[in-house]
Nanobody, 116 residues
């Protein structure tokens, strides 16, 4: 059974930083493309960042977070991270960890609230 557990969310002010973590179990983590998505109130879920299992974990980012967010992974620990810097109010959302794309596996999410 695949389980993804996010942590690290919270309430911060604009300009602050947060680091999200996602602990995975039941999945061949080192062989899985891992992603972060988010869903803001009243909006559809959107892709934030991805870490490919190949190409040494090559990262991709949504334009809205490029230069501010950094995705990384620790394969032995089966943990995915999202370092979020220079947070903006528009980053307020529930952040979800995902394995293997939209038809893959999802965590329960962690709330990030950024006040201006």
């Amino acid at each position: 059974q695949v389980k993804l557990v996010e942590s690290g969310g919270g309430s911060v002010r604009a300009g602050d930083s947060l680091r999200l973590s996602c602990e995975a179990s039941g999945v061949a983590f080192s062989l899985a493309t891992m992603n972060w998505y988010r869903q803001a109130p009243g909006k559809e879920r959107e892709f934030v960042a991805g870490s490919s299992w190949s190409s040494n974990g090559a990262a991709t980012y949504a334009d809205s977070v490029k230069g501010r967010f950094a995705i990384s992974r620790d394969n032995p620990k089966k943990t995915l991270y999202l370092q979020m810097n220079s947070l903006k109010s528009e980053d307020t959302a529930i952040y979800f960890c995902n394995a293997r794309g939209e038809k893959g596996y999802w965590g329960q999410g962690t709330q990030v609230t950024v006040s201006s």
